[in-house]
């Protein structure tokens, strides 16, 4: 019968999962930066809380990995019941809600929210003279 892995080694890795997607999703999102040049003010703060939330899922990785290391330095599961399991549930709430912000900007500038309004046009019709456009500015 294969050995069931360690809970420490699970953790390990999926630390290491968390710190390597956040990072992607961070340096892919940040390659198309440029195209924002002129987008909506509130796509811009998502995408900003997005950054802040995935940064801070790879700061709490890493902080896991560090106290995962320190335990086993000493042969304990310390790890497990104080600050790095409060690292890696930082982490992994963190990770989720850069992802939650992402999929949100993604859906808003998608959609159009980041798209120009052309101004509307306005025709004022007189009967004793012909058809005038009225441009009306925001």
Same mark, same amino acid.
């Given at each position: 019968?294969?050995?069931?892995?360690?809970?420490?080694?699970?953790?390990?890795?999926?630390?290491?999962?968390?710190?390597?997607?956040?990072?992607?999703?961070?340096?892919?999102?940040?390659?198309?930066?440029?195209?924002?040049?002129?987008?909506?003010?509130? &796509? /811009?703060? %998502?995408? +900003?809380?997005?950054? !802040?939330?995935?940064?801070? #899922?790879? $700061?709490?990785?890493?902080?896991?990995?560090?106290?995962?290391?320190?335990?086993?330095?000493?042969?304990?599961?310390?790890?497990?019941?104080?600050?790095?399991?409060?690292?890696?549930?930082?982490?992994?709430?963190?990770?989720?809600?850069?992802?939650? &912000? /992402?999929? %949100?900007? +993604?859906?808003?500038? !998608?959609?159009?929210?980041? #798209?120009? $309004?052309?101004?509307?046009?306005?025709?004022?019709?007189?009967?004793?003279?012909?058809?005038?456009?009225?441009?009306?500015?925001?």
């Amino acid at each position: 019968m294969p050995e069931k892995p360690r809970a420490d080694d699970v953790a390990l890795e999926f630390a290491r999962q968390l710190i390597t997607l956040s990072s992607g999703v961070v340096a892919l999102s940040a390659t198309f930066i440029e195209k924002l040049v002129g987008a909506n003010f509130y &796509l /811009i703060v %998502i995408l +900003a809380l997005a950054w !802040i939330a995935l940064l801070t #899922s790879i $700061v709490g990785g890493l902080q896991t990995i560090s106290a995962i290391v320190g335990s086993r330095l000493v042969d304990d599961d310390e790890w497990s019941t104080g600050y790095g399991r409060r690292m890696a549930a930082l982490s992994k709430w963190a990770f989720i809600t850069g992802i939650s &912000l /992402i999929a %949100i900007f +993604a859906f808003g500038f !998608i959609l159009g929210v980041n #798209s120009k $309004v052309e101004p509307a046009k306005v025709v004022i019709l007189n009967s004793q003279t012909e058809p005038v456009p009225v441009r009306m500015e925001h």
